[in-house]
């Protein structure tokens, strides 16, 4: 069963939480929703999954604006390449700029 969180609640967690086993799998917990993907996986995949979804047509409220590209920014407030490998990439990552937010990274094997 999938369940489905409102970004903006995760986007006001406290830290994102990545664990790492024996097998090549990375489990990445932000606020309630987790994410469970392969250590070998693009970043730019696991940031597309945490991108917010966008409403369906029909609805007539005003388009609001889009927001910004989810990122993953190392200690020298650098973008992190998103061809690198996820597990790479989130040891390297100090920060996730998720919806305008700013959340630590922490890393545990």
Do not use: C, F, Y
């Not at 069963?1 to 830290?15: E, G, T």
């Not at 994410?35 to 609001?64: H, I, M, N, S, V």
């Amino acid at each position: 069963r999938r369940r489905i969180h409102s970004l903006r609640m995760a986007a006001a967690a406290a830290s994102v939480i990545v664990e790492t086993d024996a097998t090549d799998s990375v489990k990445i917990t932000i606020g309630a929703r987790t994410l469970q993907r392969t250590a070998g996986e693009p970043l730019q995949k696991a940031l597309g999954r945490l991108a917010p979804k966008k409403p369906k047509k029909g609805k007539k409220a005003a388009p609001a604006p889009p927001a910004p590209p989810a990122r993953l920014l190392d200690a020298t407030d650098s973008e992190v390449d998103v061809a690198t490998p996820l597990l790479d990439a989130l040891t390297r990552g100090r920060w996730l700029e998720l919806e305008g937010a700013r959340i630590p990274v922490a890393l545990n094997p």
